[in-house]
């Protein structure tokens, strides 16, 4: 697979939730079915050990950031020699650079194809020692970058630091996510600056997916204006209802390639980010995230429970009646019939 040719392309990438059973141990049934159900769902590719699949999983008392990383790269392994095509393996990273270069020599020996790198590990060092801390890991395996809103644990980073971020060659993609347009406009006008067209720009906003994958950004580099796209998602709102994600996914793309946007597109963006905030809990500063996305699988039934490795992440107060809400307001943008006819064998 020729990886930047692949992302630039632009696809759906859901980030992998993690599925335990009642007793809060790994169920590798419903994990496997959850990789089956993304890929019969057309995702062009599977973030694995990332926030979604809970960085609990590399405590010591789990121990499941190998078990983990290794089915999703067999199970997809299996599913593409059954259906032949391209699919991108995307490993998230963590901590300081001795962890995270171990992390991602890891996921290389398991085939992942590219390193989602966090910084949220470095709170208030020098932009030039996150951008070493990059370039080691880039020694390894190609980068993802990843811009992490400071709510959940990331930092403002500046525009001087993405235009340094972008130069270092081995990175192939940017997640955007700080959940703010002005450092959105950063990260695209710093990649811009470089000259550098083989860099693909994800977002990560989930308060504002589709009208990033709508934008014609601006942006000026040393010549005319020009305008560059964010091409796909690598998402944890594209977890659950990945079939619809999909789809509305096509559209977009379509749309945004004609003279004039229709404005139902307005209406339509709207709607995913009141369903983004139901399974997301925005209303209690997104503490019910991870259970919100478990809470949506384990309705359709490709997850036994939605219970996470810390018990104290749970259901906020009334999320499970958002859910219930967005469901029924918007039918045209869950999945429940997809996953339905196919359960049963994503589950064998």
């Given amino acids: 697979m020729d990886l930047r040719r692949h992302l630039l392309a632009g696809h759906v990438i859901p980030a992998h939730p993690l599925a ?12 496997r ?17 990332v926030h979604s699949t809970q960085f609990e999983i590399r405590e010591p008392k789990h ?30 990273v963590c901590g300081r650079t001795r962890q995270a270069a171990a992390e991602t020599e890891l996921a290389h020996g398991l085939g992942y194809h ?3 790198v966090s910084m949220a590990a470095f709170k ?9 801390h990059v370039s080691a890991i880039a020694e390894i395996l190609p980068i993802v970058g990843f811009y992490l809103q400071p709510a959940v644990g990331g930092r403002a980073l500046s525009f001087a630091f993405w235009r340094r971020f972008a130069e270092i060659p081995a990175v192939v993609a940017i997640k955007i996510a700080p959940f703010n347009r002005y450092q959105t406009l950063d990260v695209v006008r710093a990649v811009a600056a470089t ?21 014609p950004f601006p942006t000026v580099s040393g010549g005319p204006k020009h305008a560059r796209r964010i091409v796909g998602g690598l998402l944890g709102h594209w977890g659950l209802w990945t079939h619809a994600a999909v789809r509305l996914f096509h559209e977009a793309k379509l749309a945004a390639g004609r003279a004039q946007l229709d404005t139902t597109w307005l209406t339509r963006a709207v709607a995913v980010t009141d369903m983004n905030a139901a399974v997301f809990d925005a209303a209690h500063q997104f503490s019910g995230c991870l259970s919100g996305i478990l809470e949506v699988l384990r309705r359709q039934g490709l997850v036994g429970t939605n219970h996470c490795l810390n018990p104290r992440e749970v259901l906020s107060p009334g999320q499970a009646a ?27």
Avoid: M
């Fill in 322 to 348: 958002e859910l219930t809400r967005v469901s029924r307001a918007y039918p045209d943008l869950i999945d429940d019939d997809f996953v339905a006819a196919h359960r049963d064998a994503w589950l064998r």
């Fill in 195 to 215: 000259g550098r067209d083989d860099v693909a720009l994800y977002t990560g906003n989930d308060d504002t997916i589709v009208a990033d994958l709508l934008t």
């Fill in 20 to 31: 335990l059973d009642d007793r809060r141990h790994f169920s590798e049934k419903h994990q």
């Fill in 63 to 92: 121990g499941l950031l190998k078990p983990v990383l290794a089915l999703a790269a067999e199970t997809t392994a299996a599913e593409v020699r059954r259906t032949p095509r391209d699919v991108a393996l995307i490993a998230g």
């Fill in 114 to 116: 590219a390193a989602l």
């Fill in 33 to 49: 079915a959850l990789t089956r159900y993304y890929l019969a769902a057309g995702a062009g590719g599977l973030a694995v050990g």
């Fill in 124 to 132: 208030t060092e020098p932009e030039t020692e996150i951008i070493a």
